[in-house]
């Protein structure tokens, strides 16, 4: 699969390194170079330093071949923007938008965005945890 993916912080990167590792054609983009130290050595992925509201950008990251877009920068109004301009003008088949305001979140879900709001999904798990149910991580235990 083709994915493009917008903002290369811990979740971006953590991101981009697994679906890289999984053999899919990655493209991360980020408006900070240094960013791209997160990646790690074995990224056989394309890094690009550029914003993701900037169609000329989006095409040179390959977005009118993607089969994904998935906005993960720390700024919902850049994440709902871009997410926009890849479901609407590229037609994207799959986009997907990390927005922090639950608020936002409903309405812009409401607009055929799809959505994830890591608030609500952090308050729920710590709601699991305090009513003493089992939560899966990912996380490798020792």
């Known amino acids: 699969m083709r994915i493009v993916i917008l903002g290369c912080?811990?979740?971006g990167s953590t991101l981009a390194t697994m679906l890289d590792a999984e053999g899919h054609d990655v493209t991360i983009l980020d408006l900070n170079a240094d960013q791209f130290?997160?990646?790690?050595?074995?990224?056989n992925g394309t890094a690009m330093v550029g914003t993701g509201i900037d169609e000329d950008v989006l095409?040179?990251?390959?977005?009118?071949?993607?089969?994904?877009?998935?906005?993960?920068?720390n700024g919902d109004n850049t994440?709902?923007?871009s997410s926009q301009i890849a479901r609407v003008i590229f037609k994207v088949p799959k986009v997907i938008t990390r927005i922090y305001d639950?608020?936002?979140?409903?309405?812009?879900?409401?607009?055929?965005?799809?959505?994830?709001c890591p608030?609500?999904?952090?308050?729920?798990?710590?709601?699991?945890?305090?009513?003493?149910?089992p939560i899966e991580t990912g996380a490798k235990s020792a």
Request: cysteine-free; proline content about 2%; hydrophobic content about 45%.
């Open 9 to 11: 912080g811990r979740v």
């Open 37 to 43: 130290r997160r990646l790690g050595a074995d990224f």
């Open 59 to 73: 095409r040179r990251a390959g977005i009118e071949q993607a089969d994904a877009f998935i906005a993960v920068t």
């Open 79 to 81: 994440n709902i923007m």
């Open 102 to 116: 639950p608020v936002r979140q409903e309405t812009y879900r409401a607009l055929g965005l799809e959505t994830i």
């Open 119 to 133: 608030t609500i999904i952090g308050a729920l798990t710590i709601k699991k945890v305090l009513e003493g149910k």
